[in-house]
């Protein structure tokens, strides 16, 4: 089955230092999605590629779509406490949109 | 507003016991689907359904079922076959022009 792994699992990083979270999927995807979530919460949508290439910004997050449409990557240029959270991937096959598989996450945690 | 209710936010429940989780959406969304998270662990799907009266298992179906028989409910049965339950339980959506994922808060289940 498809399967969607994010690295790194963790990531400590100081306030205002950059982090870059990947996403590789096993299966071609016909569109990327990232969700965050904070502790205790639920996911929530960040953004949507759908283009081979594509990449998008909002403020510091720059989010990337590979070639292939298989890989992707959230990129956050000087990082702030309210970026804490787990970071995830999800995309459905390419051949439809029943399911919707989510990557591992990546769990960021900014020091002050 | 619309959005997704998902009830009980907190369950208990003793071993070899049936427990019935509650997803409620107003969004008139087709798709809806079922994520079970452990600590520190990524969503994995458990069930989907694309229309009413008809769903799918996904990656972890095993000791779960779930119904489909109106478009806004998608309840998840935690069945006693289910031998590690303790988890928080995610529904969500898909749907609408953006055709992105919208959750529920959750409901985390304790057995004891």
């Known amino acids: 089955g498809q399967q969607v792994m994010q690295i790194p699992q963790y990531q400590h990083v100081q306030e205002g230092e950059d982090f870059t979270t990947y996403c590789n999927s096993s299966?071609?995807?016909?569109?990327i999605q990232w969700y965050k979530q904070r502790p205790g919460g639920h996911p929530v949508f960040l953004i949507q590629?759908?283009?081979?290439?594509e990449v998008k910004k909002q403020k510091r997050l720059t989010f990337q779509f590979g070639e292939a449409k298989k890989n992707s990557s959230l990129h956050i240029t000087a990082t702030q406490t309210t970026d804490v959270g787990t970071y995830f991937c999800?995309?459905?096959?390419?051949?439809?949109?029943?399911?919707?598989?989510f990557g591992t996450g990546t769990k960021l945690q900014v020091i002050p | 507003d619309g959005g997704i209710t998902q009830s009980p936010k907190y369950l208990f429940r003793k071993e070899g016991q049936n427990v019935t989780l509650s997803c409620e959406q107003n969004l008139n969304h087709d798709a809806m689907y079922w994520y079970r998270q452990d600590p520190g662990q990524g969503l994995r799907l458990i069930y989907y359904?694309?229309?009413?009266?008809?769903?799918q298992k996904g990656d972890i179906a095993e000791g779960y079922s779930v119904s489909r028989e109106k478009k806004e409910s998608f309840p998840l049965t935690v069945t006693s076959a289910q031998k590690n339950p303790t988890a928080f339980y995610l529904c969500a959506s898909w749907g609408g022009g953006a055709n992105v994922l919208t959750f529920g808060a959750g409901s985390r289940l304790t057995v004891l």
């Open positions: 999800a995309g459905p096959y390419s051949g439809g949109y029943q399911k919707v598989t």
């Open positions: 359904s694309q229309i009413v009266n008809d769903f």
């Open positions: 299966t071609t995807l016909s569109n």
């Open positions: 590629l759908v283009k081979s290439g």
